[in-house]
């Protein structure tokens, strides 16, 4: 059973209260209306919070804190079956034009608007940052709202009749002034007209497009990013050093705003990005790097790096040289240093003899089984590769040795590549590495629409079989995508015969 796409029920409420009034809650959930608050919060706000940070609101209202003490796994199935159903009802509500929300408190009185209320600034204050412009330009918005979900019994007790009764009324129109608010229907106040003028409101339409995965690709938002770059460069600079240090805040499988940043600053040349991607690059853990980044931190993560860099080698060669950091990610900033030498933003004799060093470093560990690696990879395959790029060919015969101990990769280029490739003519080679995007980042929205994250047929994609998707070249209409032959990954030698692993030769653009 999908529960998004399932319509709630009339017991849904209730079957919801019987399980976290239960002894087992120990009273510290929320009820339906609490719930119903929290999903108008999140289906009206300013922007998009994932059901790992609010969930945990619903089964500790005080805290976030708590776990659900389910009975057994079909009644966790049907509990959170229930909250989707409860939740995406209330979104379905404010979607369009409609109007047609109502309450539970409007149903019956064991559901109170109070709790509804205390409910929705829970879910403002999941994004609290973000609803402050509401504040700043229309101070009153959350008025009768905050009131209810704060004040105590006495503090309502004083109220009027009439004054309770306008109160209450007042709480479904403000919903919808608010969501028309975020919208930019409509547009209150000389505070939010200045917010606008700053770019703050360009940055949260930008933050809105990038911070999670969307489908199909973001482009509006990645061009208004593009044609605001002095308004959104300074948050995107944020989100880096944010992450940098928090590395939770990119756990969610989602979260992309990073990724966006990465790209967008290095397009840009944005040397604020430079202190925040070392920071990020820095952390000792290779399960982290990849859940960050994926495939991207061969990809991209060192080019972003040099193209930010302003051709300051030092810190990138530091990073390099850390055996605690991962393997592929010093691989790429290894990449990056060729970058900066064909970007003329490094001297190439100084490049190459800091790589010869590495390697030397590299085979000796290796030949105390001292070097570390990741899924079979070792970091000398990877400065050979750059040796060969920067035509190092006064090196040649120390790369023959490596090769004839067996310390290289034959398959990741193999000797007989190795020796032609090293002795083509820089310029030759310059131009067609810069041509592969093997220099800084130039494009960064035509790169990042082709990342696997929006493009399902792109080279990582992982089904063999898509159905659904539009049929390319050589599929009929209606067709599912079925790959040609089977699918190549970074590691596999290149189908081209040259002799080189893929990522470094047809998969390097």
Not at 292 to 307: I, K, M, N, P, T
Request: charged content about 25%; some cysteine.
């Amino acid at each position: 059973m999908n529960p998004s796409s399932t319509a709630p029920g009339d017991d849904d409420p209730r079957t919801f209260d019987d399980f976290t009034a239960s002894a087992a809650m120990q009273n510290h959930a929320m009820d339906a209306s609490s719930l119903q608050g929290l999903a108008a919060a999140l289906a009206i706000g300013p922007r998009r919070v994932m059901p790992s940070a609010w969930l945990p609101w619903v089964w500790d209202r005080a805290r976030g804190e708590r776990s659900p003490a389910f009975a057994n796994l079909e009644q966790a199935d049907a509990i959170l079956a229930v909250v989707m159903r409860l939740y995406n009802a209330v979104v379905a509500a404010f979607e369009g034009e409609s109007v047609g929300f109502e309450p539970l408190f409007w149903r019956e009185a064991q559901w109170g608007a109070a709790e509804f209320c205390e409910g929705f600034m829970i879910g403002v204050g999941l994004a609290h940052s973000d609803w402050a412009a509401l504040d700043a330009a229309d101070p009153e918005a959350l008025g009768s709202i905050r009131l209810l979900a704060t004040a105590d019994s006495e503090v309502l007790r004083r109220l009027g009749e009439d004054e309770a009764e306008a109160m209450l009324d007042s709480i479904v129109p403000s919903l919808f002034e608010i969501r028309d608010f975020w919208r930019g229907d409509v547009l209150r106040g000389d505070a939010w007209r200045a917010a606008e003028a700053a770019g703050d409101g360009v940055w949260t339409r930008v933050r809105d497009g990038l911070e999670f995965l969307q489908q199909p690709y973001p482009a509006a938002a990645v061009a208004l990013a593009e044609a605001h770059r002095d308004e959104v460069a300074p948050h995107l600079v944020a989100a880096l050093e944010a992450i940098a240090e928090d590395p939770a805040l990119a756990e969610d499988d989602d979260y992309t705003l990073h990724l966006f940043a990465m790209h967008l600053l290095a397009g840009w040349r944005d040397r604020r990005a430079f202190a925040p991607l070392l920071a990020i690059g820095s952390v000792h853990d290779a399960d982290v790097i990849d859940a960050w980044f994926g495939d991207l931190v061969h990809e991209s993560y060192g080019r972003c790096l040099a193209s930010v860099s302003g051709g300051d080698l030092k810190p990138m060669m530091a990073l390099a040289d850390d055996p605690l950091c991962d393997v592929w990610l010093r691989s790429a900033v290894l990449g990056g240093l060729t970058a900066c030498v064909l970007e003329g933003d490094a001297d190439r004799e100084a490049v190459v003899a800091y790589l010869k060093s590495a390697a030397e470093r590299e085979a000796a560990a290796m030949r105390a089984d001292a070097a570390p690696g990741r899924d079979g990879f070792n970091l000398l395959d990877s400065i050979v590769a750059e040796l060969t790029d920067l035509g190092a060919i006064e090196h040649l015969a120390a790369i023959r040795q490596w090769m004839a101990e067996g310390l290289l990769d034959a398959t990741f280029a193999d000797l007989n590549f190795i020796e032609s490739a090293i002795a083509e003519p820089h310029e030759e080679a310059r131009a067609r590495m810069l041509q592969r995007k093997q220099g800084y980042v130039a494009d960064a929205a035509s790169e990042m629409s082709w990342w696997y994250l929006f493009d399902p047929r792109s080279r990582w994609s992982e089904p063999d079989t898509m159905p659904g998707l539009e049929a390319p070249l050589g599929n009929a209409p209606g067709e599912p995508y079925v790959r040609p032959g089977p699918k190549i990954g970074r590691n596999d030698p290149c189908p081209c015969g040259s002799g080189r692993k893929y990522k470094k030769c047809h998969g390097a653009g």
